[in-house]
């Protein structure tokens, strides 16, 4: 595979005995561990993960880690469950929707308090609404659907839609719409709070750094308190840290992004032989290809069309992950649309042979092709080299990867500006519905022919669309059901046709924790369930 890293094989467990004996041999050893890691200084409980915290305030927040933290210190409208059923948390009932879809009352509870002693009514949830989609960066996520706010009662919000919105109760789910307290934020109603958050949350803040951040239980919550003393959440600054810490017991729960691969493996190994506690979410984050096509040598379908097919998506899998991040042919994880059709082709290195010749290439003509991949993100490295040899195993005559490793900040800056041929990106939704995965990618709200010239998809890098994907989008938005999942369907199918985007694989969430504790929790939007982390009892 020429360049490409050549990972180990995965190394299978194989033990002899009887079941009895290897129970008692697991649990011999779990116990030796137990013997050699350093006992717990206080009842509170350390968990890691990778990535400074740079902002606590929910208009500015935009990492999975911040996302995580808001989740702990904060309240939504409602949470989504395991099941997929749409949960009350701060709203005390489910949403009543009337005037055609176009209206949606939500009752709020009246027990709650913000840290600071304030109230929580729907004057504060309308302040906080209204804030984000003032000033909030990633407001884009509610685009043009809610028209106005209303406080009808004090205990009753009423959101006006410009359009029904099948995907408004999950987008009620999301962290971005945690409330923040009118009075702690009243000099900030239009700038953001970085280092501070007053919300409603199990946890209030003790303490803010980049790096380390403080929680301790609110007393006065509404809910259920948390199962732990506090948390002391550290944020290390590269993986082989984040797996020592784990390993030498300094930390109790580690959170698996940017966790490399070898090492992952290494951490589920353990969990097996019953050394550590491991626990998964639902697999939402995608990683995926943006090709530019708005300019030479993409602006041809039938080249992306061709690149969709020389992706060897099993191979891939395989070398950069030991299969821990699953192929992928569909731009909304499956487990949210209740389907299994993947419209991207599979691996066929002979159709793409067929395509590249009648786009002009494999004749004498090769296509030089830039690949860009996010240096700072091991797994993106992994995938330019293993499909580079892949290509060069496969297709050398018709195509060749040139790489180019860019620091991620660096890559989402540029994006918009049509800087890179193509590259490797990821995506994980702000809520669990399609719309939070197709609209971010495929929203255009200008064009001309198949070029987008503003919206969505001008700044996701593809400056692709088709006529009729806007209003088609638009559409899936406005029905429910099993129309709706027909039409998601289709969008899916629409962009597999335009091949502006190739999907590669599926994350899967993973926590690992000491065995002194209860295995960790993740909660439906893949979240994991920070006030439930606790001691064995």
Known sequence: MGAAKTNPPVQQQRHSGSGAVLAALLLGLSLSQLACQPHRRSDRLTVASAGRIASLDPAQ??????LQLLTALGDTLYSRERDGSLKPQLASR???ISDGGRTISIPLRRDVL???????DAAAMAFSLRRFLRIGTQSYVVGDRIQAIETPAVDVLRLRLSRPSSSLESLLTSPYLTPVSPTAYANHQDSFLNDRFIGTGPYRLASFRATQQRLVPFKDYWGEPPRNAGLDLINLSNSTALFGALRSGEVDVLMSESIDEDQRLALDRRAEAGLLLQSSGPALQIGYVTLLSNAPPLQSQQVRQALAYSL???LISERVSHHQRRPLRSLIPPSLRGGKPEPWPHFNPTKARTLFKQAGYCQGKTLQLPFTYRSNVPSDRLMALTWQAQLRRDLDDCVQLSLE????????RQLGEGAFKAVMLDWGGSYPDPEAYLAPLLSCTESS????????AVISGSFWTKPGLEAALRRSDAIKGQPRLQQLLKLDAMAAEGAAYLPVWLVTPKAWAQTDLAPPEFNG????????????R
Do not use: I, K, M, N
């Open 312 to 314: 060897d998506r099993p």
């Open 94 to 96: 489910q949403p009543q």
């Open 525 to 536: 939007s893949g979240q994991l369930q920070l006030a439930r982390l606790q001691e064995r």
């Open 61 to 66: 927040a935009s990492t999975y880690g911040t």
């Open 405 to 412: 490793g860019v620091e991620s900040t660096t890559v989402y």
């Open 114 to 120: 913000f840290h600071d002693g304030t109230r929580f």
């Open 449 to 456: 022919g198949e070029v987008c010239e503003a919206g969505e």
